[in-house]
């Protein structure tokens, strides 16, 4: 059946909830950690003024016993507190129309969704595309990285571009792991400064922006995925997962997109061995994947992120009642939401590891999925 993850929640409801199924029993929950990953999601210079009312914080309804999962579903339950602001107006039998829109904005789910569920308040499909839903998926991903640690396995991320600003020098995985105070999580001072910048000036103008963020999984066994059947290639759950995240409209797997010359011979990774490393490699180009399995090497993806459609200097659109041209809806909104994009693609990508390791090496209880583990580890050393 493999891992399930869900959520559910509305962006001013009562809050978002994340459901987890198939993990194995035994697996130590650190809730401060989950707190912690929760409150990374909420940083980062850009935001519009609903992180100040946020405070996230987990509560498990389900599937964690004395501080152990039992292999049972898990529920987490992280609260909207904007909801005492909405209380009425998101009741579920309330029929007030204060925050009705029928402007859609371009770029936003309001049109596609409304016409697709014929529902013509668009307030109803804006509520449940808003990317507030992540708050459950870091919730879900804390959980996934736990385990994964208990297998050596870390996350970490960076942002490398904001609109036109970027990054090029590749940071080092130190670098990546103390960005967190960074108002960007970009690890170059200098950068970091001119997207600060950069966004002031979208601020002023009414706009958003748009950027580039790199998810990177260390220490992740070889042998994830499988060449044979185009389902089970751990690239291609990469990219559904990376790609499901609100806003990316394209993701990458190694460096591609960065290679201008595309020649066989300056883009594989040449293959090394020697008895202490067993086989390795000098170079990362293939991100850390080759035919859809993992190699061993540190996992790098790339996710293009679109500027957020929700406009201060709005765009045209139609009302979809008069069908009259009319500017698009405009609410309180982010103008750039790069960096807390990252941190929810370090919780999906932990997700498709997770459920890559179980299907691997079982996935009852923590005790035999790890003896599996090692007894693999072992073997590929002395294959
Ligand atoms: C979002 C719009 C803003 C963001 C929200 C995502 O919310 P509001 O309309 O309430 O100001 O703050 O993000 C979050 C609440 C969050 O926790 O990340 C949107 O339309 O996607």
């Not at 409150?39 to 009312?53: A, E, N, S």
């Not at 964690?64 to 529920?75: C, D, K, L, N, S």
């Not at 829109?101 to 804006?126: M, Q, S």
């Not at 009319?326 to 990252?342: G, M």
């Amino acid at each position: 059946m493999g891992l399930r993850f869900f959520t559910s929640g509305e962006s001013h409801g009562y809050g978002i909830l994340a459901f987890i199924e198939g993990l194995p029993s035994g697996l130590r929950i650190d809730l401060d950690f989950v707190n912690i990953e929760l409150r990374r999601r909420q940083l980062g210079f850009g935001r519009g003024g609903r992180m100040k009312i946020e405070f996230d914080e987990a509560t498990f309804l389900s599937g964690v016993y004395r501080g152990e999962t039992v292999g049972a579903p898990i529920t987490i339950l992280v609260r909207n507190r904007d909801w005492e602001n909405w209380k009425d107006i998101m009741d579920p039998f309330c029929y007030r129309d204060s925050k009705s829109f029928f402007v859609p904005r371009p770029g936003h789910a309001d049109l596609p969704g409304a016409l697709k569920y014929n529902i013509r308040d668009l307030r109803a499909i804006l509520e449940r595309a808003s990317a507030r839903e992540t708050a459950g998926r870091v919730a879900g991903g804390a959980i996934f990285k736990l385990f994964l640690k208990e297998f050596g396995i870390n996350i970490a991320s960076y942002v490398k571009r904001i609109g036109p600003v970027e990054m090029e020098r590749k940071p080092s995985w130190e670098e990546m792991i103390s960005i967190d105070d960074d108002p960007l999580r970009c690890p170059d001072r200098e950068v970091s400064e001119k997207m600060v910048e950069c966004i002031k000036r979208a601020i002023e103008e009414g706009d958003t922006l748009g950027g580039v963020f790199v998810v990177t999984a260390r220490n992740v066994p070889v042998g994830l995925g499988s060449h044979v059947q185009w389902d089970r290639r751990l690239d291609a759950r990469i990219a559904m997962a990376m790609m499901s995240i609100q806003g990316v409209k394209a993701v990458s797997i190694g460096e591609i997109l960065e290679d201008r010359d595309l020649k066989g011979s300056n883009f594989h990774d040449e293959i090394y061995y020697s008895k202490s490393k067993g086989f390795y490699r000098l170079t990362n180009r293939a991100g850390g994947i080759e035919g859809g399995i993992t190699n061993g090497e540190d996992i790098v993806v790339y996710c293009y992120m679109k500027p957020i459609p929700t406009l201060r200097n709005p765009l045209r659109s139609v009302n979809i009642l008069t069908k009259e041209p009319s500017e698009a809806h405009r609410e309180r909104s982010d103008v750039s939401a790069v960096a807390a994009a990252s941190i929810v693609g370090e919780a999906m990508l932990a997700f498709v590891l997770a459920d890559a390791i179980l299907e691997k090496f079982g996935s009852d209880n923590m005790r035999d999925i790890i003896a599996n583990y090692e007894n693999y580890i072992n073997e590929v050393k002395n294959f």
